[in-house]
Structures are given as C-alpha cells and as structure tokens.
C-alpha cells in the first residue's frame, strides 16, 4: 500500500474501496435496464452521492479525502472492474472537480458547496464572444458523459479572450437546467454512461463561470490568485493530463474482470472430445493475456511517477503521457478481444458479462484521447523534436 498524502487512515480508505464495489454492484445488477435505457440508474447516482467518492480529487479545504492518484486509481478500477459505464462515471464526475478548483472563487464556492455532479466537454466547438463583464455562447455538443445525472456541465469554444487579445481555448460551466439535453446516445458499448447531446443557445455567462483553459494548462494554478494550495496534485501540472489519465483507469478495471471471466469459465468448460478446457492451450493464453496486463499495470506506474515527479523543465512530455494511456488501453483491447475468440460462442449471447465488458472496452479505446495510432505516432514525432497536437 502506497503512503497516504493526507490525514486519511488506511482504515478510511478501505471503506472508499468497500463503497466502490458497493457502487460498481449495484451497477452490475441493473445492467439490463442500464442496456436498455442507455443510462445508469438513479439507484447508481443516489448510492455514489452516499459514499465520499465524488469528493475526491476536490482540494482538502473543501471536506474530500483527496486521496493520492495510486489510490484513486485503485477506486475507479475496483467500480470498472463490476460495470466499466459505471466505472467511467465515477471517473468522470470525480476528475471534473479538478477544473472545478480552478475556477474564480466566487464561481468555485458556488459549484463545490452546491455539491452537484459535474459533466463537460472542452472540445472548443461553441462559438463565443465576451459581452459586458460575462460571455455569450451557442454550440451544440455530442458524446457529454453522465448529463442526464448533472447539475452543472462545462462546455468549450475557441475565442479571443479580453485579457490576452488572442484566440485560447476556454471552457464555460453551465447549470443544466439552462441547457437543452437531446438523448441521442444509442451506441455499441458503454451504454450506461448516457453521452449525450447538449445545445446551448445564445446563453449569457458570467465571468465566475469562465475558465480559460490554454492559459491554466500553462501556468498549473488558478488564475484569479485565490485558492493555490501547494499540496493539491493537480496544481503546478499541465491540466489535461492527469485529468485524462483516468481512462486507462477504467480500462484496467475491466480487463481484470474479463481475465477473472476467462478463468472461470476455462475451469469449467469441457471441449470436443471429452477435453478439459483448463487441460489445453488455455494455460498459455492466460499466462499470455496476464502478462498483457501485467504490463498494462507498469505503464500506469509509470504516468504515475512521471505526475508525481513533474517538473516543467523537463520539457514538453504530453505526446509520451498519450502514448503511454492509449498502450495501456490497446494491451486491455487485446486482452478483450483474444478473450472473446478463444472461449467462443457462449460468450457471444448478448448480456454475457464477457460480450459486455468486451463492447465497453472497444468503446474505451475509441475515445478521441485514446486513439492508438494518433497517440504513437505523435510520441514518435516528439522524440525527434517535431511538434504535435498532443494536448494531454
């Protein structure tokens, strides 16, 4: 067990991990509806907001655990290893508190004490212009995980920003009852995360709510002055790299799952002829697929030690942090994928916990973020000193 960065006792945050699995049962049990409705129950929602989960990754000020990464890490798989839309939730709606910390303060307090769940997506795509002392913004958003369940979602546009004079990439956070949800989210995997449409139409935004993200991902701290506290992972890092990282989170939890699944059901299956399956060339392939993961594992390490030992004179490391995520998901897409084909037809029965976790796992890796091919090929430009467009 890792080393605690804060007054929580090892006893505190073993009750974190019992509500996890708490949540990611609960979640598992309802998977059929989940399927159906394309969303994670109410039931889910009601059992997270019970527990101190969402309270994560908020600075200490506010009340949270604000456990360490390697253990946040330990409670988005422990979710992800029972229901990987649950687990991708959790994920999400605890990693947007970090954005919520770089708010103005008055725009903070409100956010934090109203104690909401947060959705967003700073894809810049709305248009946006700055009127009086807030903005005006309009854009329609797809793929806006966990809005069915927010009270708050920020969204992004592309704008020249007042203070600079130049175009940056900002983000504006909303109360979704100012927005218009369209439930278009009917996909292959990952149903319960709910992804859907958000419009937002020539809707006035205060300042307090405006977060100018290309100059925060730069400077690691809140730039109004107020609420720095050094001992918060997140500050004096680049902001979208830990905050992205918790994909691979997800993924991980549910290879193991899926790992669990092939083992089981190995010792229990009997082939052609009379052979014991566990008898075959199963062995090897566990013994393979284990290893996949294994090594998945050390590359989460890795990004660990590279958030932990951060140092911005380093040099620009983004494109290897991408690089990094989309190995460790490409090793859990193999692991899903030779799961499937090597026990079968059986596991191809719709609702079958392995035909499940394999569509959420190639919903994972089909992420923007988690693209395997755009995250190496820009890691090997940044080897040779040519640039990318590698954000986290």
């Given at each position: 067990m890792v080393s605690q960065t804060n007054e929580w006792t090892q006893t505190e945050f073993q009750q974190l991990i019992i509500d996890a699995e708490r949540v990611g049962k609960l979640a598992e049990s309802e998977v059929a509806e989940m399927e159906k409705n394309q969303t994670i129950s109410e039931n889910v929602i009601k059992a997270l907001k019970a527990t101190q989960i969402p309270k994560l990754l908020l600075p200490k000020k506010y009340g949270g655990p604000q456990v360490n990464y390697r253990e946040y890490s330990a409670i988005i798989r422990k979710v992800s290893k029972y229901n990987m839309s649950a687990g991708w939730l959790t994920f999400l709606y605890t990693t947007h508190n970090i954005w919520a910390a770089y708010l103005p303060e008055q725009g903070r307090e409100e956010v934090i004490n109203q104690g909401g769940l947060l959705a967003d997506i700073f894809s810049p795509i709305g248009?946006?212009?700055?009127?009086?002392?807030?903005?005006?913004?309009?854009g329609t958003y797809n793929f806006v995980s966990g809005v069915l369940h927010s009270d708050w979602v920020a969204v992004g546009a592309f704008m020249e920003v007042p203070e600079s004079g130049q175009k940056e990439h900002v983000a504006f956070n909303l109360p979704t009852k100012d927005v218009q949800i369209i439930q278009n989210w009917d996909t292959l995997g990952l149903r319960g995360t709910g992804s859907n449409q958000v419009v937002v139409?020539?809707?006035?935004?205060?300042?307090?709510?405006?977060?100018?993200?290309?100059?925060?991902?730069?400077?690691?701290?809140?730039?109004?002055?107020?609420?720095?506290?050094?001992?918060?992972?997140?500050?004096?890092?680049?902001?979208?790299?830990?905050?992205?990282?918790?994909?691979?989170?997800?993924?991980?939890?549910?290879?193991?799952?899926?790992?669990?699944?092939?083992?089981?059901?190995?010792?229990?299956?009997?082939?052609?002829?009379?052979?014991?399956?566990?008898?075959?060339?199963?062995?090897?392939?566990?013994?393979?697929?284990?290893?996949?993961?294994?090594?998945?594992?050390?590359?989460?390490?890795?990004?660990?030690?590279?958030?932990?030992?951060?140092?911005?004179?380093?040099?620009?490391?983004?494109?290897?942090?991408?690089?990094?995520?989309?190995?460790?998901?490409?090793?859990?897409?193999?692991i899903a994928q030779r799961v499937l084909l090597v026990l079968g037809g059986f596991a191809l029965y719709k609702g079958h916990p392995v035909e499940l976790f394999f569509r959420d796992m190639h919903a994972v890796s089909a992420h923007r973020s988690n693209l395997y091919e755009d995250s190496i090929e820009a890691y090997g430009k940044s080897i040779f000193g040519f640039e990318h467009n590698v954000v986290g």
């Open positions: 248009n946006a212009v700055a009127e009086g002392d807030g903005f005006r913004l309009s139409d020539n809707l006035y935004v205060p300042k307090e709510q405006f977060l100018r993200l290309s100059e925060i991902d730069r400077v690691g701290r809140p730039l109004d002055g107020t609420g720095y506290d050094e001992e918060y992972f997140f500050f004096n890092k680049p902001f979208f790299v830990p905050f992205i990282a918790g994909f691979s989170m997800v993924a991980l939890g549910g290879a193991e799952r899926l790992l669990e699944e092939f083992k089981e059901r190995t010792e229990n299956r009997t082939r052609l002829r009379g052979v014991s399956a566990k008898e075959s060339r199963h062995q090897g392939v566990l013994a393979e697929l284990n290893l996949r993961y294994f090594e998945a594992e050390g590359l989460l390490s890795r990004i660990f030690e590279m958030l932990e030992n951060y140092n911005p004179n380093d040099g620009d490391q983004r494109a290897e942090f991408a690089a990094i995520r989309a190995r460790i998901i490409h090793n859990c897409t193999e």
